[in-house]
């Protein structure tokens, strides 16, 4: 009983909480720092949803840090002990426990986006529709059966299944699929090179490069190799999967014809998008950009109707978000076709931190509106609850 | 064309200079302009940088950039003028070959006037005129030629200092010729083309141009085939030689976009270049306002005759601020104008100086609530300037006082000063207005270096994402606020930490105590207001871009912020910090508020591009060192003894 009450001491010390948000403010750094090496998406990764990082100080001295994701949980539990359940005189500093209420609340919004928000962005050429949308980062692996005589099915591999395959590589199956699938070697970043080493297919292989410091830039691919179901070792059909290939790679199996190919990942929408026009103005006389906006006819069923996405104004619809994000070709003339990008997000916590501000806000305000009115009390010399402690 | 103008003027110059072998090659004082003339110019609208703004403001910055200061010392024979922006640019315009001899080029280094093969004057650092560096002009261009193809990271002083030159040298040309437009006549009789179009006539302007020959060319088009081969083949050369000569003209009046198109969806200004343009296009000329290049023409004529100038400016004035204001983009020139004349951010420096120096020599009197009082309100009159020139700057562009990074100097100056001023009433040590004082100076007197160093207008338009008005209104403010306070706090540290550390003991009881109170109530304003205005920023990017926390390095520093004051009010109330420990964090905080005001911005990565600064890292560096300094000097002081 004594330890529990020492571990709940610890956990709910003040002494704890300055640690957390010293090693918060140090990661919070260095992450800032390495932002210039690594890029965003790579930073964010390592140092704030991970367990710990170990970050070179200077460049080469390994110094481990728990990471964003150890140390905000860690923060939740020492804010709930200590701010909630154990908070000396809460009653007396209601604006104390709001705020901390609204801290947390903040927390569980950032878990729920991390553990359940998915990201994309669907482009759109003026006149073009769309109903799926496509991940940034991730990609996977499609298998169409093709038409004439096939029901047009699509068996998708996800990407956290192949990424880790190795050279040895592991094999993908279904019962609808006369073939089974090898994924060997799979690179996160790379494009296509003549080779003959052993693993080239037609004397091209994948050469790998260096991640881009911008995710998005990252094009992976994976080698492939099919053959019958439950014949690994008999000879096989090898291929190359790349990110940025023009057209699938088509292979006959039991006279029916199947594609193969890596692309981003991909969500349907319950509903579609059409680009009408896209504007852009620039500032008179410069080409700074005022504004853009995407004229956008939205029909889900029968039913359409007229939205304008612009910045600053999205388009919220059914838990998804269309933001205006980019637009293209950055060289057209006038009178070519121009492109919109949105960017969607489905966020079950989109609003949670906009909530949880204003709880924290107002937490704030009253506490120090307090702590001030009874400063001011006691400077002009009527006595307050600040001389009775 | 314009260089071939120029050429021209210095080869007169030239002859001049070596018959009086001195670069103060102005033999009489420089032109003088009649008041009236100098306003008409100065509220002249004119379309720059993607906004509307009065011609005075066009003058200033481009005197800035060029020279370095907001106003230009010129020697002459018998005496020193000094010139506003807007008399030197008039000067530029209509009298190059006046302010051709005016040291308007500030130049850092005089191995760069060395490395154009000319020679220096004495100091290192010096002005320079237009005939002083025009025989190296062509050893300029090639130099500078050279250090733009380098990447930007690898350019040095020196690649920089001859980009610079150039680019000054440049837009003093394109100011010198800007004006041929109108001043330009092509003789009738060396021309087929003219000749036909102007059988009467001895020599014509661009104006007359403009109205006619398009319509003569669609009937010499029309008659073309009555002329025979040899006809033809002369027409076609002066025709060819003719609209070449118009093409150069064209090429110098493009420089500024003064005339509104009656047009009033059309948001483009033209220039007396795209009049001319849209006289030769069948779709626009029915819209052409020639008549403003005749309103031009007549202007430039009656010079140097200033008077007759006056009369003819003023029918320019009036024809283009009536179709400004039709267009409702003349209200605010005037005030514009008077923001710039009132000077208030300067007027506001030297009065913070001076209420820094009022309370400095007050700390040798006695206690006197009274002359506290007092002194305090000295504060007064420098925030009410400062409060004016940011409200006005409000009203001109209709935007929250925060849009830039020269507007975050001018809003956390006022912030930090103004808590200088409030704080002093709950108490009145004289070390809270001594403070704000110093701040509120120092503020103004980096606002003026940073406005100077740039040289670029510091009302510019801003880019799509920050045009919401709520928002920059909500969360810049507030977190600029939070900068102010703990910048405010950070400099009462200061005082604590020499406090104690010289021994200061003859103050009065509590006095430390009561300092590291304030210290952490100024602490505890900087985390409402920048823990509030960051969330409003999450809050902000998740309605424009989907998500609320993005990890750009501009939101973490301001996250780090407030991780460092949380930790502070923690460790405050855990018990393991006191005033002496929080009059040192408070320093740090400071540090940090640095790093994530200009520090993150220097980093070049994020979303935040439009505050990048360059070559502000050893200035940085020299702040975190001294600070660091300071800290340790903190550190030191708490194990003295202190009076409580």
């Known amino acids: 009983m004594k330890i529990l009450q020492r571990i709940f001491a610890f956990l709910s010390s003040y002494g704890l909480s300055i640690v957390l948000l010293l090693l918060m403010m140090v990661l919070v750094f260095f992450g800032t720092l390495e932002q210039t090496r690594l890029g965003l998406f790579e930073t964010q990764r390592r140092y704030f949803e991970s367990l710990v990082v170990v970050h070179p100080v200077f460049g080469w001295f390994p110094l481990p840090l728990p990471g964003g994701y150890l140390l905000l949980a860690l923060v939740f539990v020492n804010m709930l002990f200590g701010a909630i359940v154990r908070a000396p005189k809460r009653w007396r500093r209601p604006g104390l426990l709001i705020a901390h209420g609204g801290v947390l609340y903040l927390i569980v919004a950032g878990f729920v986006a991390y553990t359940y928000a998915i990201n994309g962005n669907l482009p759109l050429y003026e006149g073009d529709s769309g109903s799926r949308f496509q991940s940034y980062y991730e990609w996977e692996i499609r298998i169409y059966e093709m038409a004439p005589d096939s029901e047009g099915r699509v068996f998708i591999i996800p990407q956290d299944e192949f990424e880790d395959v190795g050279d040895t590589g592991r094999v993908f199956y279904h019962q609808a699929l006369p073939l089974e699938l090898r994924v060997a070697r799979y690179y996160p970043n790379c494009r296509p090179a003549p080779s003959r080493d052993a693993w080239s297919v037609d004397g091209v292989t994948l050469s790998p490069l260096p991640k881009d410091s911008t995710a998005e830039q990252n094009v992976p691919g994976v080698f492939v190799s099919l053959h019958q179901p439950g014949q690994e070792a008999a000879p096989s059909e090898p291929g190359i999967l790349w990110g940025m290939e023009r057209g699938p790679w088509r292979m006959l199996a039991e006279g029916r014809e199947y594609a193969f190919a890596l692309r981003r990942r991909e969500w349907e929408l319950p509903f579609t998008l059409t680009l009408e026009q896209f504007n852009h103005e620039t500032h008179p006389g410069t080409t700074m950009p005022s504004h853009f906006s995407s004229e956008i006819v939205l029909q889900e069923g029968d039913a359409k109707r007229d939205v304008l996405i612009r910045m600053n104004e999205p388009l919220r619809h059914r838990g998804y978000t269309f933001y205006q994000a980019s637009w293209g070709p950055t060289d057209a003339q006038p009178g070519d076709p121009l492109y919109s990008v949105l960017a969607v997000t489905r966020n079950p916590a989109g609003q949670w931190p906009m909530y949880a501000s204003f709880i924290i806000s107002f937490g704030l305000l009253l506490h120090f509106g307090q702590a001030l009115l009874r400063y001011l009390r006691q400077q002009s010399g009527v006595p307050s609850d600040a001389h009775k402690r | ?644």
């Open chain 2, 1 to 644: 064309m314009r260089q071939r103008v120029l050429l021209l003027f210095v080869c007169a110059g030239l002859c001049f200079t070596s018959a009086l072998q001195a670069e103060s090659a102005l033999p009489g004082p420089p032109p003088d302009w009649p008041g009236e003339v100098v306003d008409l110019f100065a509220t002249l609208p004119v379309l720059d940088g993607g906004r509307v703004k009065p011609l005075d403001t066009v003058a200033r910055f481009t005197l800035l950039r060029l020279n370095g200061r907001r106003s230009l010392r010129v020697e002459y024979d018998g005496g020193t003028a000094r010139l506003t922006p807007i008399e030197w640019y008039l000067d530029c315009l209509f009298f190059p070959e006046t302010a051709m001899h005016y040291r308007h080029f500030s130049v850092e280094t005089s191995d760069v006037i060395v490395a154009l093969g000319l020679q220096p004057h004495g100091r290192k650092r010096d002005r320079y005129s237009y005939s002083h560096i025009a025989p190296g002009r062509e050893r300029l261009m090639e130099l500078a030629n050279e250090a733009s193809r380098l990447p930007d990271e690898r350019r040095d002083f020196m690649d920089r200092q001859l980009i610079a030159l150039a680019n000054n040298v440049l837009a003093f040309e394109g100011l010198a010729a800007f004006m041929e437009i109108a001043r330009e006549r092509f003789v009738v009789a060396d021309n087929l083309l003219l000749a036909g179009a102007f059988p009467d006539r001895e020599e014509v302007r661009i104006s007359d141009i403009a109205a006619e020959t398009p319509d003569f060319l669609t009937r010499l088009t029309a008659s073309a085939h009555q002329l025979d081969d040899s006809e033809r083949e002369a027409l076609a050369r002066d025709m060819q030689r003719f609209f070449g000569q118009l093409d150069r003209v064209a090429h110098d009046g493009n420089l500024l976009a003064l005339i509104p198109p009656a047009d009033h969806d059309d948001p483009q200004w033209m220039t007396p270049a795209s009049v001319l343009e849209a006289a030769f296009e069948p779709e626009k000329v029915a819209t052409a306002p020639i008549h403003m290049l005749e309103l031009l023409e007549a202007m430039v004529t009656p010079l140097p005759d200033k008077n007759a100038f006056a009369v003819k400016a003023a029918a320019f004035h009036e024809a283009v601020t009536g179709l400004a204001e039709a267009r409702g983009e003349y209200a605010r020139i005037p005030l514009e104008v008077t923001y710039y004349r009132g000077r208030f951010f300067f007027l506001s420096q030297w009065l913070f100086l001076f209420a820094f120096i009022m309370t400095a020599f007050s700390w040798a009197l006695p206690q006197s609530r009274r002359l506290a009082a007092l002194l305090n309100l000295s504060l007064a009159p420098p925030l009410v300037l400062l409060a004016i020139g940011i409200t006005l700057r409000c009203i001109i562009r209709g935007r929250p006082p925060v849009t830039n990074v020269y507007e975050t100097i001018l809003f956390t100056t006022l912030v930090a000063a103004a808590l200088g001023f409030s704080v002093e009433f709950i108490n009145r040590r004289r070390i809270a207005m001594s403070m704000g004082a110093l701040l509120g100076m120092l503020g103004m007197f980096f606002a003026s270096r940073y406005e100077a160093r740039g040289g670029m207008d510091t009302m510019p338009a801003v880019i799509a994402v920050l045009d919401t008005n709520f928002w920059l209104a909500t969360h810049v403010t507030t977190i600029i606020a939070g900068y102010g306070a703990g910048l405010f706090g950070a400099a009462l540290a200061h005082v604590y930490i020499f406090g104690r550390l010289l021994g200061i003991n003859n103050v009065p009881r509590r006095f430390y105590a009561e300092l590291g109170r304030v210290i952490y109530g100024v602490t505890c304003f900087c985390l409402v207001f920048t823990l509030i205005g960051t969330v409003l920023g999450g809050v902000w990017a998740a309605q424009s871009w989907g998500r609320f926390w993005g990890w750009d390095p501009k939101e973490n520093g301001a996250l780090l912020i407030v991780l460092w004051a949380l930790a502070m009010m923690h460790a405050k109330r855990g018990g393991y910090l006191r005033h002496g420990g929080i009059a040192v964090s408070a320093v740090v905080l400071g540090m940090i508020i640095v790093f994530a005001w200009w520090g993150v911005n220097a980093l070049g990565v994020g979303l935040h591009s439009y505050g990048f600064v360059s070559g502000a890292w050893r200035g940085l560096i020299i702040f975190w060192l001294l600070q660091s300094i300071v800290t340790l000097a903190g550190l030191a002081a708490l194990t003295r003894p202190v009076k409580t």
